[in-house]
């Protein structure tokens, strides 16, 4: 016959149990909006070794088994790649379209620059001699000059607010490394105890969730239960209980910018790491710092140097007012394109200098109206550049190009957060805390720790029958 | 598939922001009139209308300056019909005082005349537009008919150099006429103003068969006028119709540009209002899922 105080004993343990069933409920239901959090499930298992009695096996109530997480591999394998490519997209996409220097409609662009210098010439070449014309096209020479400087002034210092950004990425970075590693170690004593630490094991996730987002990290678990991290070039971020640290410093180069140094988990130094080491926001930042943002402005540099040699060209054949020739209209210019736009300035300025004549032969002079030079620069406009366009042409195709490069970041952002969205979506489905779901199961809860006190009220009460027979 | 609360609520941010950006951008879209805020809206579509824009300045630049031109042509042409009109007067006096009937006098009152019409000719080759004489070649700065009494008086100043001006990209036409063998000092010794200096010569001198020997000069003269406005219309005609084809060039690469860019107003105000439709329906839609919980029927 059964034990009443064994019944006694098998309900408490069953209330327990309950309990902790509420308990995961409330924990689930408190970490609901908790980033990363996948629900909990409290398992209860029936409590053995059942009590023989006279042959027959008589339960001793439930207990609890395990508290399990609702994770699927299989998903969240999948979604560190899909975060550090939409980030690594989204982070290149952002900065190139916070450039707005080669808008087509924007007024004051390269293109009105030099439309506004050709058409001052036409005018010019008109009538050479006229004062005001000569200066407002000594105006237009200088509105090309400064608009070539801002449009690579502006193009530098969106590469420069890109350093700015990637500096900061390495501080977020080095954190998040050192927060997995830490981890590490504390799910590692966690797991001395016998338990599976779920709430560490989100938080490590977490940690490398954002990694994937901010360097496009991927991990690799190992058999100790530590989780790996590794840079998209190969190289280890996190090694075990040890993470590398990543740091910056000035190119040596000018303009300057910033190259990414890296420690590593076991304290060597691994010196300069190239852009394409990184993925995600920070891989972005420097693709877009060191690919669209740099090609449009060695390829505006490249056309300040060629239209303005060009324009030297032919301007030092012809003679000013003063019968002098050899000048040159547009100084600043090195011996090779690179800073070309950012140096280039306006020679002269005197507008009488200006070499619309032709050179004449001494003893004759230059005649006022003679424009016979303006007409050959005018020229200039639809001569083939060294690159084998004319100027319309080149700056056309350095809009188109910088638009195709912007765009294609941006198509990709557009698929691979669409990918990243729907994936996390999915793990939230699937690692999501329910509200109904934990109410209900809370309701079930309540019901068996009512139903199992009803069981030691009975009890009771059997016992004071039992009791009372003797009195 | 299962529904979560996170699901609920990231889905919700997620599409309500998804709508509200689709309908930001049509407003945008609507409010500024160009569907291309940056190059990446369509990169082919951007480079061809900063092409289309700097041609379209281009050409309106030919425009602006085959105008002024054909300005300074049109002085040039009234010049060159001041100087027909008096050497028409001095084919008169010339014959009239041919006659040998006209007294001294009256002819030395008639060389009056012709000095005066000797000072306008001079007057009208010495014609300005703006800073530019019209008749000295590229010579500007000065008056290219020497117009100071004395020996030098109607000498040629200015040079031979044809003035041109583009009426096409790369093309040019010329924009001033030549006309210093109408000079003092020119090699040809029936010179527009050798003859009329010759004529007021012979008036003073009382001289008939003299005064009729100009009239050959003369009408030689009026006869290069005549063909020197001839080349002036020409001229003139050529630059009016580079203006007409090149502000039709420019406007026509303003259209090109503007296709290139410019919304549809009618499809672009509908695309709007369709995502501000999609907008609303995102989010009471929104509303309505996030209201229903068991929360609400349990006591």
Redesign the interface.
Known sequence: MANLLSILSGAQTSLAAQRALTATASHNINN??TPGYA?QTAVLTTLTPAEQVSGAFIGRGATLDTVTQARNRFLEAQIPQALGNAAYNTAESDA??AY?G????ATG????A???F???L??L???P???GLRTSFLGAARTLARTFNRTSGEIESARSGLDAQANGLTTQINSEAKAVAELNVQIRQARGTGAEPNDLLDLRQTHLDKLAELAGASFVPTSDGDVNVTLPGGVALVAGSHSGTLSTTADGQIPTHLDITFTQPDGSKLGILPGTAFGGTLGGTLSARDGALLTSGQRVDQLAYDLANAINGVHSAGAGLDGLSGRLLFAGLGATASGAAAGVTVAISDPAQLGM?GAPTPPATV??????NA?FL??T??AALPGGKDV??T???I?????????T??AFADQDGALK?NL??MR???S?????EE??TM?QAQRGYEAIAKVIQTTDQMMQTLLSIKT | MRVTDRLIFSTATLETGRAREAAEQAQEVVSRGTRIQHPSDDPAASGMIIAFNMSSDRFAAISSSAAAASDELSATDNALDGIGNALSRARELAVQFSNSTYSQAQRAGGAEEVAGLLGQVVSNLNTRFGNRYVFGGTKDGAPPFDPTPGPTFGNYLGDSAARNVEIAPGMLQQSNVLVGSMSTDSADPNSVLKTVQALQAALQANDPVAVQATLDGLDAGINQVSTTRSQVGASMNAFDTAISAARTASGDDKVRASKQGDVDLIESSIQLQATQTALQASLAATAQSCKLSLLDYLR
Request: charged share 20%.
């Open positions: 609901a909006n629900r190139l379209q707005h080669l808008d087509p409609e662009g390269l293109g009105s030099i439309s506004g050709y058409a001052s036409t005018s070449a008109q009538n001699s006229d004062a004549a005649a006022p109206g003679d424009a016979s007409q005018l020229g406009e639809s319309r042409s700056v056309s195709d809009v188109s190009q910088f638009g195709s490069s912007s765009a970041a941006k969205d996390t979506r939230d489905s699937y999501g805390v329910s509200i109904d109410m209900i309701q």
